[in-house]
């Protein structure tokens, strides 16, 4: 059986963390989609690491690590990604696997990326710019190079022949970065990528799990940044919701065991496109301070604002999630009222269907449910008995409205803060 853990928002619910903890029940922890516009924040012995290519496994001795094929990799960004971490995982090499269906992100990309958002002007999606929307590009467009065409005698003619049609597009816009500055470093990276365990992914997966292995699928970004039912086109570019894993991995969907859903106890989102429950006064701005809401991989302030049971009732639908988990639950402490969005005023009719179009075009205003808040630390707290009743009527509430049981409460960033219900 493969398990699902994945985020229910826009992404950067903690997920990192709790694959972390997770990670000692499991013997295989596999990336099925996104590459490094992910950044996954974990601690290791008190010390913070950053990961974003590289499963969140890695830190458990037992663990196996498998990239898989519906990730796209920036050979550069996952190089020095291997470096920073080597000293604290001197093993890295021998439990770190890579698919060779996976696809490759090349610096014409990156330069197609940084070009592609320069030119959409005040309409940019706010990319994290790592060459991921023109990788995937490539990929459905059938002309992508892949982990395995690395190990083929004419890799380089591969690569000039892409890198000319991306040449001809980059002619289209004005300001074009030097991509060409970053291709010794690309090619260095490739034989260092050549030195790392290539593997068929899906005959490697079946095989372990024929074993009795257990696997952890770890989801990058959020449901809402879905390229199909995200706030498209405000969206990523890979399918982040459960069915992602089937062809991110390469297993069918009866394998598929628990979904773990991980929301934070409010709301945020990094970049451009719709937010509804967003917060742009003193208590967003509040929001930001106590959660440190600031992004992992591109360091922008993270937009604040309260909870949306709205669209976390769709992407549990969307994702069949089986187990919440809720986090950063000790960053409301001290805010009073607590709001939840229960529905949508669209165009003057109430709806709780997340709308097709959230876009500015629509006058959008979401309806709250307000608590109390519990005004207690919660940072400590061990056991879900020991917890403010305030609390857990805020709890209890998500639980109903969205039909399905929390199973994990976090209220700090370490491995074991953690309540486990
Ligand atoms: P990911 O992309 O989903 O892995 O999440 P990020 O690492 O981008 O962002 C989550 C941030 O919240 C990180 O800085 C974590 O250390 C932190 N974090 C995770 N869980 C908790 C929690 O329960 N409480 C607090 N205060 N911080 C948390
Ligand atoms: P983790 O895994 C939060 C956002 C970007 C941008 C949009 C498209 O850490 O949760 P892209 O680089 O994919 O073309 O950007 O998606 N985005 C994320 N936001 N967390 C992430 O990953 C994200 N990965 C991409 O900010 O709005
Ligand atoms: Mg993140």
Request: glycine share 10%.
């Amino acid at each position: 059986m493969i398990d699902v853990l994945l985020g229910l928002q826009w992404g950067d619910e903690g997920k990192g963390k709790i694959v972390d903890y997770l990670a000692d029940k499991y013997d295989i922890i596999a990336r099925f989609q996104g590459g490094p516009n992910a950044g996954h924040t974990l601690y290791v012995n008190g010390e913070k690491v950053v990961l974003h290519t590289i499963p969140s496994g890695v830190f458990h001795n037992h663990c196996l690590n498998l990239i898989g094929n519906g990730v796209v990799i920036d050979p550069v960004t996952l190089q020095a990604e291997m470096k920073k971490i080597v000293p604290l995982c001197p093993d890295l090499l021998s439990r770190l696997y890579v698919s060779q269906k996976a696809h490759l992100i090349l610096p014409t990309h990156r330069a197609l990326d940084a070009a592609s958002e320069a030119a959409k002007g005040k309409d940019k999606i706010g990319s994290t710019l790592k060459g991921i929307g023109p990788a995937y590009m490539d990929k459905t467009g059938r002309n992508g190079l892949r982990v395995g065409d690395i190990l083929s005698k004419n890799f380089r003619e591969k690569y000039d022949k892409l890198t000319q049609k991306h040449k001809d597009m980059l002619k289209q816009y004005d300001n074009v970065v030097e991509w060409q500055q970053w291709e010794p470093a690309f090619f260095e990276a490739i034989e260092e990528l050549k030195k790392l365990q290539i593997v068929n992914g899906e005959y490697w997966l079946d095989t372990h799990m024929k074993a009795g292995k257990t696997v952890l699928a770890e989801g990058a970004q959020g449901s809402m940044l879905d390229v199909d039912f995200g706030t498209y086109p405000f969206v990523t570019s890979s399918n982040t919701i459960s069915a992602g894993v089937c062809n991110g991995l390469g297993v069918a969907p009866q394998r598929i065991g628990e979904v773990f859903g991980i929301t934070k106890a409010y709301c945020t989102r990094v970049g451009g496109g719709p937010f509804p429950t967003e917060l742009h006064d003193e208590t967003g701005e509040a929001l930001r301070k106590a959660g440190s809401e600031f992004g992992a991989t591109t360091g922008r302030p993270r937009r604040c604002g309260w909870i949306d049971l709205v669209a976390l009732r769709y992407a549990v639908m969307l994702s069949g999630v089986t187990k919440l988990i809720m986090t950063k639950t000790d960053v409301l402490d001290n805010f009073t009222p607590i709001k939840a969005a229960v529905a949508y005023i669209a165009d003057g009719k109430e709806t709780e269907e997340f709308p097709y179009d959230v876009t500015d075009d629509v006058s959008l205003e979401p309806v709250y449910k307000e608590f109390a808040g519990w005004g207690a630390p919660l940072t400590g707290v061990t056991e879900y008995d020991a917890l403010p009743q305030d609390f857990k009527d805020y709890c209890k509430f998500v639980e109903q409205f969205l039909g399905t049981k929390i199973a994990y409460i976090s209220n700090g960033t370490g491995r074991n803060q953690l309540i486990v219900i």
